[in-house]
């Protein structure tokens, strides 16, 4: 009885690291660049940053017969305050910029909308 409780014990500590990583860690990272098309500060109850960027190019519509362009959305930590600043000033700008992101496996609500998270922002010339 013993040997199956500590056993079951060791079961339940490797489950809740496992599930932590999965909620908490990073799928995958990289860099996406374009123009910022919109910023904003969603939510009912808990308020988060949603972006979209313009990447370039066109896909084509199949439903309509027309082009649309190529959006990308992401959200924003409301904590990274620098992200943010620089993020609403290439939008005002109508700047290029390229993103850092980390994407997570999971999308949860209280952090945003999307499971890309910008964490850096570099204006491009």
Same mark, same amino acid.
């Given at each position: ?11 339940? %500590? ?13 799928? /995958? ?10 910023l904003s500060r ?6 988060? &940053? ?10 084509t519509d199949a ?8 959006? &990308? +959305? ?7 305050? +620098? %992200?943010?600043?620089?993020? +609403? ?5 109508? /700047? ?6 980390? +994407? ?5 609500? &209280? ?13 491009m010339e």
């Amino acid at each position: 009885m013993r040997r199956f409780l500590v056993l079951l014990a060791l079961l339940l %500590v490797l489950a809740l690291i496992l599930g932590g990583y999965y909620l908490m860690g990073d799928y /995958s990272e990289g860099n996406r660049s374009g123009v910022v098309q919109k910023l904003s500060r969603k939510g009912i109850f808990f308020k988060t &940053w949603e972006g979209q960027l313009n990447l370039g190019g066109f896909n084509t519509d199949a439903t309509s017969g027309g082009v649309a362009p190529t959006i &990308w +959305e992401f959200s924003v930590r409301s904590k990274n305050q +620098e %992200v943010l600043d620089k993020l +609403e000033e290439a939008s005002l700008k109508g /700047s290029r910029v390229k993103l850092h992101y980390k +994407e997570k496996f999971v999308q949860l609500f &209280w952090l945003g909308e999307t499971t890309y998270f910008v964490d850096e922002v570099i204006m491009m010339e």
